[in-house]
Nanobody
């Protein structure tokens, strides 16, 4: 089992940057692929980015490709989401998620563990 805790959210102006972090408990962090999802008010939770167990394979939603970068540090049990050139439409609660087995996914279903979320607000 793994527990996840996000940090790094906040209020930023359009064009700015934020770096989200997700700290995972447990000694088997490298057995999990990690994903970032977001949910805006009144909308469904959507995929943002994911990374496989090794960090060698990453996926991005089209809406964030070229602006966001996902990375992980297995020695520190952390995964990060660097968000650049932020837009007002990026405003949402961002969730970190873990999928056992190490294969990165873009769908919500394979992720069995979720953090509590961190708010990102981008002002225009």
């Amino acid at each position: 089992q793994v527990q996840l805790l996000e940090s790094g959210g906040g209020l930023v102006q359009a064009g700015g940057s934020l770096r989200l972090s997700c700290a995972a408990s447990g000694r088997t962090f490298s057995s999990y692929a990690m994903g970032w999802f977001r949910q805006a008010p009144g909308k469904e939770r959507e995929f943002v980015a994911s990374i496989d167990w090794s960090g060698g394979i990453t996926y991005y939603a089209n809406s964030v490709k070229g602006r966001f970068t996902v990375s992980r540090d297995n020695a520190k049990n952390t995964v990060h989401l660097q968000m650049n050139s932020l837009k007002p439409e990026d405003t949402a609660v961002y969730y970190c998620a873990a999928s056992y087995g190490g294969v990165a996914h873009t769908a919500l279903g394979p992720y069995g563990y979720w953090g509590q979320g961190t708010q990102v607000t981008v002002s225009s």
